[in-house]
């Protein structure tokens, strides 16, 4: 633009100034003004010249300028044109010109940007002489965000006084009821609460009642659990027997073969192995959490799924997966609240909790956050008490623990390893936990033992006093100075020689025989179910025999594929591909039942799984209003938000109001070519500039905040979700929860923007345009938080967030101009860019002010915008957070489904 008029500066003829200073300038800037005439090439667009010219001899009226190539036209708004003008000129910065012909003094109170037809006032607290030509810095902003955090400074201190206040009472209230004569023991519990017989109740599932009345029927059944004491009538418990369980992976290699054991009702059980045994997967595959290849299971002697009862069975993982930042109470109350039948009151919940924390013996520290490596919390031991809470509040009947002493000391297993036997023999249920290596005495606290060997094989499952017994019975001897456990390892692993019936070590032993010795000899030790088993190991005393089938096995199939060749190869990856595929439509499949289930569960208001819990709006409101404990508790998240304010501050400072509009086409006829875009296009246009910044970094900071909402609690989510939490309202609380910080982010932002940039458009509009660009970035960045790896977040959204503002937002591309410098049929590029309407939207907003320029849509038509759809826009922008917002879901669904099982 600047160019441009110099072109015509330099075209024009030679011209003889009557200095006539603009109306208020005096000394000084009369000199100024004297400069810029002596030098018109150096002057810059909208340099104070309204100046009159006397060359001509022309009688040219004010409010209208004559060229000198002939005719009168009228001065536009603007512009200013005293008497004897040959060409406009921009009405001055520091004053404005309600009409052409006069030009006044910007008053005290309000500035003048340049080419204005009147005054704007200047934010509450501004300060603005006469004169002024921009709002340097503005009290108003600076007192907003005093209040804000004013505000939330004493919100922050009176919920610490809450929370204070709770903490104690519920610690009178724990202290209380563990004095309480009337606690109640687990079976009177169970019996005080049994659902009642109402016409809702009778609805109860299939499953649950053939259950119970199995095991009450079932003489086997009730002989299950004589040595835990536990009685089915008072408390319904699971009895799993599983068989020939089998894990062949695609590439035809068997993980678990023909894994049969069982868990008993009121008893313990202990599964070791070496690494790589197959001790989790023999777990993962009972439970259904994975698809076996071949198998069954049997709940109570009924053949059935465990799946089917998720929320009934407890599995406590190895690392303490727990929400960090909030109290033992939290914790607990949360499991409880959405896992307990919903005809459990608020108080019989709480009961429940109580009763866990004195069973525990962890109710010293019900008020004490769990901390992390950062932050200070309880012990590991206590830490692996609250882990065990998590599933006990939720009257699991079957109990899963996947090793639950590792990283504890020998006194803090033992302790742990006597709770696990007497929540067994208080509350009738299986207990099984994955253990490596214990101690003596912690090994004696287990009823049960099964041993698996390498390649996912039983060796052992039954009875662990009659464990030793059993490997002695088929020639292994224990060592005097090797505890049970170890021996029993060192057996599994071959290193313990085995002896003949005549004595004599036997040369030949290989520990592939471990299993085909148990299925052989191990009848008397299992029970009447499994007495029976297979022989998918071969038989121990034909060893060599087998191993020489073996042989000739492996030379024939390696002729055959030599004869083959090509054709062999070719039908094995056939049949690889055909399984994988098998494999991926079954997932999808699956998938696509569990989106279409769960929704029809939230519009029907039921509850999945076994048992009638809270409904999808209750459980709305329970991990609504955990997430208020993450979030609002702790008051150091208040200081975050100084960062936001920063970021507004930042982009206030880099730029300001600096629009000087197109010249009228009239004053482009005398002069060369290059000289008609003047008219055309604004001289000096900073606003597509700011709104690339504004929105780029308003809608950054929210991607940087959304990418914690879900992304820092996925394995937490996992481990609630795999136990029947509905992900529906839980996905919609965290969003619900993160509305309230999107409002203050964004009026943070403005507040610091607008701290020293005043906008000329309506304020209360561009607010909501910083809106919902954190909206935007919020949901953008809870999609970038499930599929990137944690370390990656941050980058992926950096790169995200430059492609959308300089790439995808027409500012280096004008719309128009896609088709020719990108090709055909990428339009939807930019349609999907939140920059690119959100920079329409800021350009029409603040351009509102120039509306009375008389060829302003010139600069919106040549970049595509439409002055009346800064509301249109602002929806547009809306709806693509919404599409994120499901994408989001179907991505927190659809990936890492096997941890959710």
């Known amino acids: 633009g600047m160019a441009a008029l110099r072109l015509l500066l330099l075209a024009a003829p030679a011209l003889a100034y009557e200095i006539t200073p603009c109306p208020g300038i005096t000394g000084s800037e009369a000199s100024d003004a004297q ?3 002596d030098n018109p090439i150096d002057q810059e667009p909208g340099d104070c010249l309204c100046v009159p010219s006397t060359q001509y001899n022309i009688s040219c009226p004010a409010g209208f300028f004559c060229p000198s190539s002939g005719g009168q036209f009228k001065c536009t708004a603007g512009f200013y044109c005293p008497v004897n003008v040959s060409q406009p000129a921009f009405c001055c910065a520091g004053y404005y010109c309600p009409d052409a012909s006069q030009m006044i003094r910007c008053p005290e109170g309000s500035f003048c940007p340049i080419g204005v037809e009147k005054a704007v006032s200047c934010p509450f607290g501004s300060e603005c002489p006469e004169g002024t030509t921009d709002v340097s810095s503005n009290a108003g902003a600076v007192i907003g965000i005093i209040v804000i955090f004013l505000v939330l400074w004493i919100c922050v201190c009176c919920q610490k006084r809450v929370k204070r206040f ?5 610690y009178g209230t724990v202290q209380e009821f563990s004095h309480d004569p009337k606690l109640l023991s687990r079976a ?6 049994t659902l009642p017989e109402d016409s809702e109740t009778k609805k109860v599932d299939v499953k649950r009642k053939s259950l119970e009345e199995k095991q009450m029927d079932d003489p086997v ?7 835990g004491k536990a009685d089915p009538k008072k408390a319904l418990t699971f009895d799993i027997l599983y068989k020939d369980i089998t894990l062949t992976l695609s590439n035809g290699r068997t993980i678990m073969k023909g894994a049969s054991g069982r868990f008993r009702a009121g008893r313990t059980c202990a599964i070791m192995g070496p690494s790589g045994a197959g001790k989790t997967t023999l777990v993962t595959l009972v439970m259904g959490k994975a698809k076996r290849t071949d198998g069954t299971v049997y709940i109570n002697g009924k053949q059935d799924e465990m799946y089917h009862y998720r929320d009934e069975i407890g599995f406590v993982p190895q690392e303490d997966i727990m929400q960090r930042n909030l109290t033992v109470w939290d914790i607990l109350k949360f499991s409880a609240d959405y896992r307990l039948p919903k005809e459990f009151s608020q108080k019989a919940r709480q009961e429940e909790c109580y009763r866990v924390l004195k069973f525990l013996e962890i109710e010293h520290i019900v008020n004490s956050v769990i901390g992390d490596e950062k932050t200070r919390g309880i012990s590991g031991g206590q830490r692996k008490r609250v882990n065990i809470g998590m599933e006990l509040v939720a009257k699991p009947k079957f109990l899963v623990l996947d090793e639950p002493t590792s990283g504890l000391d ?7 390893a006597s709770l696990l036997q007497t929540i067994a023999r208080e509350t009738g249920i299986s207990v099984a936990a994955i253990i490596h290596s214990p101690s003596p005495d912690t090994f004696d606290k287990f009823d049960d033992f099964t041993l698996l060997g390498v390649g996912g094989t039983v060796l052992y499952s039954g009875e662990r006093e009659r464990a030793l017994e059993y490997f002695e019975s088929v020639g292994f001897t224990k060592p005097k100075k090797m505890t049970p456990a170890d021996f029993y390892l060192e057996v599994s692993m071959g290193r313990v020689p085995r002896k003949l019936d005549d004595g004599r070590i036997d040369v030949d032993f290989d520990i592939e025989i471990l299993p085909a010795l148990w299925v052989t000899y191990g009848r008397d030790y299992r029970s009447d179910e499994l007495k029976d088993l297979p022989d998918i190991h071969g038989s121990p005393d034909k060893e060599s025999s087998r ?3 073996e042989i000739k096995s492996d030379d024939t199939e390696k002729m055959i594929a030599k004869k083959s060749g090509f054709s062999s190869w070719m039908q094995k990856t056939n049949r690889k591909m055909k399984t994988n595929a098998s494999n991926e439509w079954h997932s999808i499949e699956n998938y696509v039942i569990d989106c279409a289930s769960e929704f029809w569960n939230w519009i029907s208001c039921k509850s999945d799984g076994n048992r009638k819990k809270a409904n999808f709006f209750q459980i709305f409101f329970i991990c609504g209003r955990r997430t208020y404990f993450q979030m609002y508790r702790e008051g150091s998240w208040v200081w975050g938000l100084f960062l936001h304010v920063a970021l507004g501050l930042f982009v206030g400072v880099l730029i300001t109001n600096q629009f000087v509009g197109p010249l009228p086409v009239q004053t482009c006829e005398d002069g060369p070519l290059q000289a008609l875009r003047s008219c055309v296009l604004p001289l000096q246009d900073i606003y597509m500039t700011l709104g690339v910044f504004s929105c780029w970094i308003s809608s950054f900071a929210g991607m940087i905040e959304g990418i914690y909402t879900f992304g820092a609690e996925q394995v937490v989510f996992w481990r609630h979700t795999a136990r029947g939490l509905p992900t529906i309202p839980y996905f919609l609380a965290k969003v619900a929860s993160d509305v309230p910080k999107m409002l203050i982010n964004s009026a943070l932002f403005f507040a610091g923007m607008t701290l020293v940039y005043f906008p000329l458009g309506d304020r209360a509009d561009l607010y909501g345009l910083i809106l919902v660009n954190y909206w ?22 950096v790169i995200f967030a430059m492609a959308y503002a300089f790439i995808f937002s027409g500012f280096t591309t004008t719309l128009p101009n896609i088709e020719d410098q990108y090709g055909k049929g990428l339009e939807w590029l930019w349609d999907m860019s939140y920059m690119r309407w959100g920079l329409e939207a800021f350009y029409v907003n603040q351009m509102a002010f120039y509306e009375f320029l008389e060829n302003i849509n010139s600069a919106f038509s040549t970049r595509n915008y439409n002055p009346d759809n800064f509301a249109k826009n602002c929806w547009i922008i809306f709806g693509l957070g919404l599409f994120w917002l499901f994408i989001t879901f179907l991505c927190l669904k659809g990936c890492n489904r096997t941890k959710q099982k």
């Open 221 to 227: 059944a009730e002989g299950k659990v004589q040595e």
């Open 188 to 193: 009177e519990f169970d019996a005080q609460f």
């Open 410 to 416: 020998s006194v803090t297993s033992l302790t742990l």
């Open 166 to 170: 709770h903490g104690e009472r519920r």
């Open 547 to 549: 191993k020489e089938t």
């Open 35 to 37: 400069s810029s005439i």
């Open 776 to 797: 935007v970035g919020y949901t953008f960045g809870y999609f970038v938080s499930m599929i990137f790896e944690p370390r990656l977040r941050s980058l992926w959204c």
